[in-house]
């Protein structure tokens, strides 16, 4: 991951609200890796596609996870259709979470340092 002293920079700037501002940095970040999915997933009757979400960070110490992903309910359907390559898509294609995500990984540090420093400035630091 590039930028990553830019992050560590950021972090010791922000203390103690560090940990929130990431957290909230994340999110956004993920929000694009997923604007960028939705029209990378397969569509048979579109379910799949609107199912796309981006789940509230999760904290536990120096911790954070933020998930994502396509299928709810149908979770069994999605991880099919993104990792079968053999699948043969009218719309979409396979690895269309992955292929978002690994496009955003350069650069991806620096953004975070960014967003942090955006979130402090809306939590008032």
């Known amino acids: 991951m ?3 002293d ?3 920079r950021a972090l010791k700037k922000a203390g103690a609200m560090g940990p929130t501002a990431l957290a909230s940095a994340m999110v956004v970040e993920q929000e694009v ?4 999915a939705k029209p990378r997933t397969p569509v048979d ?10 789940l509230p960070p999760e904290v536990s110490g120096t911790r954070i996870t933020v998930a994502s992903g396509f299928g709810g309910a149908a979770s069994d359907y999605a991880l099919t259709q993104h990792e079968d390559l053999t699948l ?4 979409g294609q396979s690895k269309f979470l992955e292929s978002a995500f690994n496009e955003r990984k350069g650069g ?7 967003g942090v ?3 402090l400035k809306r939590l008032g630091k």
Not at 33 to 36: A, G, K, Q, R, W
Not at 45 to 54: D, E, F, I, N, W
Not at 108 to 114: D, F, I, N, V
Request: aromatic content about 0%.
């Open 2 to 4: 590039e930028g990553v």
């Open 6 to 8: 830019d992050l560590r």
């Open 33 to 36: 890796v997923m604007s960028i």
């Open 45 to 54: 009757k579109g379910p799949l596609r609107a199912s796309g979400t981006v």
């Open 88 to 91: 043969s898509h009218s719309v």
């Open 108 to 114: 991806m540090g620096t953004r975070l340092a960014l």
């Open 117 to 119: 420093g955006k979130a």
